[in-house]
């Protein structure tokens, strides 16, 4: 049957478990293949099979094959699968993990001396390369940055060439120029040299300089790997590309699988080019396509299928393997507030009714959307998890988990009502508790932690029934040495992006208008046209439940000036602010989708200025003094808490604040990106903030 993985066993068997698309891949062993996969369509499966197939038949020595992908998640889910159908010698890993091995194997051999310590953040060099330019940046120009030096380095892009190159290719970092950014980065690479360090890219670079400038190391690793899978392969960056073709050494034992329709970080230096182009570059290719949709209903496929017909991004066209089930849902509602409250309470319904909350997703464009779901979700009691932390077993408050859960297992230590007693003994000695804490941030992000290793525990004890917990502990370090994270038992906040390549029975689609999806930076038709492979991402992560939604102004009370984006066009009904637009002067519908300046009227020609509102030269609208020191009493209030900045209020919430300066806490409410939990930690402090400026 197939959707359920054969267990290991004779080569016959493991074809049995495959269709007729699936089994094809799996019988093309040799030469270059090219598998254009569409979204549920079982291309892990078909992978894994084929790699099995290949060591069961003999074709394969198991150690000679390295499959690679883009996650640890997705490498730790290929080894389990692998190890389970009689191939777990095959080394299943990242493009980073398999260059970080080389590098370190092989640079002693070569340069003498140590590999430069890996390094986890950019930031602290980046900041002290910008005060060596006298640059002043904040953390966000900084993050920004770090971007950019990301994107260059991935897409082959010296500091001497930056400026030229970013140029040409539309990008920029907003509020520096791109000689500016050149002589930052520049400074970055010398900063992190005099300090013997190297970044996540560097470990792609230093693997390739190895292999292109040592024919010693090229044929040592050519010797040790023939058989070569990449998974993803519409995601791979020009740096990557190079270093795969360096593996090969010109051979074309190579199977790459990807689906161009889910081409979403070109921003990242990903290119659908390599996948596109792939039988140009190796002729002979066997190319094959994977169309039946295991994931989801008729009515989210077709859904899915209709938003990328006739277009640029247009795939393989699905077809669900799955019955019928409920019509895709779409909702306009007036603001933000109202569009939180009403899917929270439609997630509280399919609580009531039975459905675990791990089976729900609530996804947007931006991080900044979240603050409003989480407000909602909260005041119902309904836990949830915000999607995007250090990888699970990296956190400092696991290690610490499973440490001590070992520990109790050697010693014997157990209080005789079974794992899951025991495991929740263990953990309420570092503060973990039945209930969720109120609060976001690093102590809400604790919890999360420990409360997934609780409800793993459950589920193992389900499964193993008199399971003792040296055995839980076991499968934790199982669990660890593929990153293999056990998921807590709450509804998933996640944007678009950190939901690839996962899926929910249910998922909510929110905050879909114009200037969000599209994002409002998305100049050009290539740029629109990720958007919209971004929105059929998020479409195709559901199971059986999609809703759509919308919000037709930002706060409570606000005009209702937003649209629905216009990738739904043909796909929803008519709704109400279609019919206002329907309404307008006809004057005022010609003027439709040129951005004007709230304060002089005139048309808005850069990115910066469509963000903001209005030219550079206008005066802002809010009350800026007001807003500097509302950030100085942030900064003041989250040293305190020791949080991050925006972990109390975002920017734009502040500059909310500044712009309507609430009179009491009534007003300071009605302020999108506050809730209850914000109005009794920091309500008062606020209005006490706003009155002391008013007074001087």
Not at 68 to 77: C, H, K, L, P, S
Not at 169 to 193: C, I
Not at 230 to 254: H, Y
Not at 448 to 460: G, K, N, R
Request: hydrophobic share 40%.
């Amino acid at each position: 049957m197939v959707g359920t993985d054969a267990p290991a066993g004779t080569a016959e068997r493991l074809l049995e478990a495959l269709d007729p698309e699936q089994r094809d891949v799996a019988l093309a062993l040799q030469g270059p293949v090219r598998v254009l996969a569409g979204a549920g369509t079982g291309k892990t499966r078909a992978l894994t099979h084929r790699i099995a197939y290949g060591v069961a038949t003999g074709v394969y020595n198991p150690t000679e094959v390295l499959a690679v992908t883009f996650t640890t998640r997705a490498a730790g889910e290929m080894r389990t699968r692998l190890r389970s159908l009689g191939a777990g010698g095959v080394q299943a890993r990242t493009f980073h993990s398999a260059a970080l091995r080389q590098a370190r194997y092989f640079w002693p051999r070569v340069y003498g001396g140590e590999l430069p310590q890996l390094t986890e953040s950019k930031l602290s060099m980046l900041a002290m390369a910008a005060r060596r330019n006298r640059v002043d940046v904040d953390q966000a120009t900084l993050r920004d940055l770090a971007s950019e030096v990301e994107w260059s380095k991935v897409s082959n892009v010296r500091p001497d060439d930056y400026a030229r190159v970013s140029t040409a290719r539309g990008r920029s970092v907003n509020g520096q120029d791109p000689a500016t950014v050149a002589r930052v980065f520049a400074a970055y690479e010398e900063v992190k040299r005099d300090q013997g360090r190297m970044d996540m890219e560097d470990v792609l670079l230093c693997a390739a300089a190895l292999l292109a400038e040592d024919e010693r190391v090229a044929a040592e690793v050519r010797r040790q790997y023939r058989w070569f899978v990449v998974d993803e392969f519409q995601d791979v960056s020009p740096i990557q590309a190079t270093l795969l073709d360096l593996w090969l050494g010109g051979r074309s034992d190579l199977c790459v699988v990807g689906d161009p329709a889910q081409t979403i970080y070109s921003f990242a230096g990903a290119s659908a080019d390599y996948l596109r182009d792939f039988p140009k570059r190796y002729p002979g290719t066997a190319s094959m396509e994977l169309v039946r949709n295991y994931r989801s209903t008729p009515q989210v496929v077709e859904t899915a299928n209709q938003l990328l017909a006739g277009t640029s991004s247009a795939g393989v066209r699905l077809m669900s393997q799955q019955e019928a089930g409920a019509e895709v849902a779409y909702a306009e509602y007036p603001d933000e507030v109202a569009e939180a409250e009403a899917v929270a309470a439609d997630i509280l319904a399919l609580r009531n009714q039975g459905l675990p909350m791990r089976e729900v997703a609530v996804l947007f464009r931006i991080n900044a959307q979240s603050e409003a779901f989480e407000e909602a979700l909260a005041a119902r009691g309904v836990p949830y998890v915000v999607r995007g932390a250090a990888r699970f077993f990296d956190r400092p408050e696991v290690r610490k988990a499973v440490t001590l859960l070992r520990g109790n297992a050697r010693g014997g230590v157990g209080s005789g009502d079974g794992v899951v007693a025991d495991v929740k003994a263990v953990l309420a000695g570092m503060e973990w508790t039945e209930t969720a804490p109120t609060g976001r941030g690093s102590v809400r992000d604790r919890w999360e932690s420990l409360q997934a290793i609780v409800t793993q525990a459950e589920e193992f004890a389900a499964a193993q029934e008199g399971a003792e917990l040296g055995a839980f502990v076991d499968d934790l370090d199982r669990r660890a040495s593929e990153q293999h994270a056990p998921v807590a038992e709450g509804v998933t906040l996640a944007t678009l992006h950190a939901a690839k390549g996962l899926e929910w029975d249910a998922v909510y689609l929110c905050g879909m208008h114009e200037g969000t999806m599209p994002i409002v930076y998305a100049e050009g038709p290539a740029a629109v046209e990720e958007e919209r492979r971004l929105l059929y991402v998020g479409m195709t992560r559901a199971r059986k439940q999609l809703s759509v939604s919308w919000a037709l102004a930002r706060t409570p009370g606000g005009r209702g000036l937003r649209k629905p984006t216009r990738f739904l066009t043909g796909l929803r009904p008519e709704v109400r602010s279609d019919r206002a637009a329907e309404a307008r002067p006809e004057r005022a519908r010609k003027k439709r989708g040129v951005a004007h300046c709230r304060v002089c009227n005139a048309p808005l020609s850069t990115t910066p200025e469509r963000k903001v509102g209005r030219c550079e030269d206008c005066p802002a609208t809010y009350d800026e003094a007001l807003f500097e020191r509302l950030r100085e009493w942030r900064v003041a209030r989250a040293g305190e808490e020791k949080v991050p900045a925006y972990v109390v209020f975002t920017d734009l919430t502040l500059q909310a604040i500044a712009e309507v300066k609430p009179a009491d806490l009534q007003a300071l409410l009605r302020i999108s990106g506050i809730g209850k939990t914000k109005i009794d930690k920091y309500g008062d402090a606020v209005l006490e903030v706003i009155a002391e400026h008013d007074t001087r």
